[in-house]
């Protein structure tokens, strides 16, 4: 690089390799070969999902080396062919590998445009736009479970979402825990079915709960946990000095899609003073049916829910929220770290719309556009229908198995 011209007290520097007009003609250049390969091939079923090689033959091609010198515009626009050839097109309507698939084109078109515009999503003043964006589709993701009030924020994944639960469960239950660490703690319990996600395991290793004091509860044959078999568990974990604070119910288990019985684990977890989070990476989405929402009849007396539009939705990779009924702000009394080069208390708006604290990352991505155009776009009518189609699809295919096996 080298110095170009000193504007306003700013060092203005220009690529040597590449100037500003270059960028920008290799970008529409490789914008049409993504709308060609992916968009248009990617989507037709006469196409392959994947142009499949081996791990040796696929290196071979793509020519990963990164080396002295820069390549030429047209091998950069190669390469971005070789990607776009050689990868596996999740928005095909043959790619079942997976919980996500398909493409919304104005969700799609709010990722393009989170990517291009390149912000963090945790000051009011560098995200303005995205701070009350984020702020009203929680609001509405809320409603829909059945709170008025709460609290939220958008997660990378639903095992970070369902991280975060158990962290705001144990400083619920602990508050100690934040200051003074794990040594303060008793022993804890936590419980979940043998149909939920892994991701249970992962936080209590995590956050040094240990999964050995994760308490397996059984499930039936449809993959729904077990009530009684709950009780059990608590009374076994209480035998052994743990104190129960957390149970994770699931709507919608990965291997089977089973939903567990709610009103009955919240009893159970009412009696007992434990957080109840559910887990409803996927099957949250049928709070927009008026036809399947009764799957998960007793959400709204959980603690927190864990919920991933980037599935049934189509929202696109990555969009996880984790929600709260809480009104106390445990979410930002459990992670603040109260940075006062970053939130600063003396700025020129409110500043309670700087949400950044709350989290646990300081960097964070806007994953709150590609929901609220595509929501803007369709409506909750729009959605509903997509929750319901996929409903048809699913049965369909079963049926479409059991006639077949005889």
Request: glycine content about 6%.
């Amino acid at each position: 690089m080298y110095l170009t011209e000193y504007i306003n007290g700013h060092v203005h520097l220009e690529e040597s390799d590449m100037c500003e007009s270059d960028g920008k003609l290799f970008l529409t250049e490789a914008f049409s070969v993504i709308m060609e390969e992916i968009l248009h091939k990617g989507t037709d079923s006469k196409e392959k999902v994947c142009e499949w090689k081996d791990p040796d033959q696929l290196r071979a091609l793509l020519d990963l080396d990164l080396r002295e010198h820069g390549e030429s515009h047209e091998q950069l626009l190669q390469r971005v062919q070789d990607v776009a050839r050689y990868s596996v097109k999740t928005c095909h309507p043959r790619f079942f590998n997976q919980l996500f698939a398909g493409v919304d084109y104005h969700a799609l078109t709010g990722r393009l445009l989170t990517e291009t515009l390149n912000t963090s999503q945790y000051t009011y003043e560098v995200a303005p736009v995205f701070v009350l964006m984020e702020e009203e589709v929680l609001r509405k993701l809320r409603s829909l479970v059945g709170w008025s009030e709460g609290d939220g924020i958008f997660c990378p994944g639903g095992s970070m979402s369902n991280m975060y639960a158990m962290n705001i469960a144990r400083y619920w239950a602990f508050p100690q825990v934040k200051t003074q660490g794990l040594w303060a703690t008793p022993r804890m319990a936590i419980f979940t079915s043998q149909q939920s996600h892994y991701s249970m395991k992962k936080a209590a290793a995590f956050l040094g709960i240990g999964t050995d004091n994760i308490f397996i509860v059984q499930a039936d044959e449809s993959g729904s946990m077990i009530p009684e078999d709950l009780e059990a568990k608590i009374m076994q974990a209480k035998s052994k000095d743990a104190v129960p604070f957390f149970v994770n119910a699931t709507a919608g288990t990965t291997v089977q899609g089973a939903f567990d019985p709610l009103n009955h684990i919240a009893d159970i977890s009412e009696r007992n003073g434990m957080w109840m989070h559910i887990d409803a990476a996927w099957g949250g989405s049928v709070l927009f049916s008026k036809k399947h929402k009764h799957l998960v009849s007793g959400i709204e007396r959980a603690n927190s829910v864990t919920w991933n539009p980037h599935k049934m939705l189509l929202t696109g990779l990555q969009c996880s929220v984790i929600l709260f009924r809480d009104t106390t702000n445990l979410l930002m009394h459990c992670h603040s770290a109260n940075a006062t080069y970053l939130f600063q208390q003396d700025k020129f708006y409110d500043t309670s719309l700087d949400t950044g604290d709350k989290s646990i990352q300081c960097g964070r991505k806007v994953d709150c556009l590609k929901l609220w155009l595509m929501w803007k776009a369709i409506g909750t009518h729009g959605l509903s229908e997509r929750v319901d189609k996929a409903f048809a699809l699913a049965s369909l295919q079963c049926h479409m198995i059991l006639q077949k096996s005889f």
